[in-house]
């Protein structure tokens, strides 16, 4: 019964699909799923209030964006396929994971965005060497973060 429920809770049935695209960007699976948990539990359907789409909670312009640097087609009618959705939400976090070598930085930006988190790091209110964040002044970004690590730290026992 307890299993059942953690892996309705943590949608560990959704990991093969999404395994093969988190294997082609190299990037850690827990995270990835700890990612896809705290932006859409899961739901393809997604769409915030901020117009924020599918497993990944991709904005069409990011999703553009990432199309345009990797040559890839933008299909904005494709971004709620599960996928679709992960394919260019795993370029973008390994982007972002290449941009920002911190972790929490990393999910800072892809929560806050990339420019915000940019400009944090410019501010010693913020960040002591430009490359972690001390402080991270949007209490949802913050939030989202430690909801990340903490799911990150239940996936990692699945792997």
């Known amino acids: 019964m307890f299993l059942a429920l953690i892996l309705t809770a943590f ?3 959704f990991r093969r699909p999404c395994r093969k695209t988190v294997q ?3 990037l ?3 995270l990835v799923f700890s990612v896809i948990k705290a932006e859409s539990g899961f739901s393809e359907n997604a769409v915030s209030s901020a117009g924020a789409v599918g ?3 991709l904005m069409p312009s990011t999703a553009k964006f990432v199309c345009e640097k990797n040559k890839i087609i933008f299909e904005s ?3 709620k396929e599960g996928e679709y959705n992960a394919m260019l939400g795993c370029i973008y976090l390994n982007y972002l994971l290449s941009r920002f070598p911190d972790k929490g930085t990393a999910l800072a930006a892809y929560n806050a965005g990339e420019g915000t988190v940019s400009s944090w790091l410019k501010n010693s209110d913020y960040s002591d060497d430009g490359i972690h964040l001390k402080y991270v002044p949007y209490s949802e970004t913050r939030n989202y973060i430690k909801k990340v690590l903490k799911y990150q730290k239940i996936y990692a026992i699945f792997d």
């Open 24 to 26: 082609k960007y190299a």
């Open 77 to 79: 009618e494709r971004l």
């Open 55 to 57: 497993l990944m909670q």
């Open 28 to 30: 850690d699976p827990s």
């Open 11 to 13: 949608a560990l049935s």
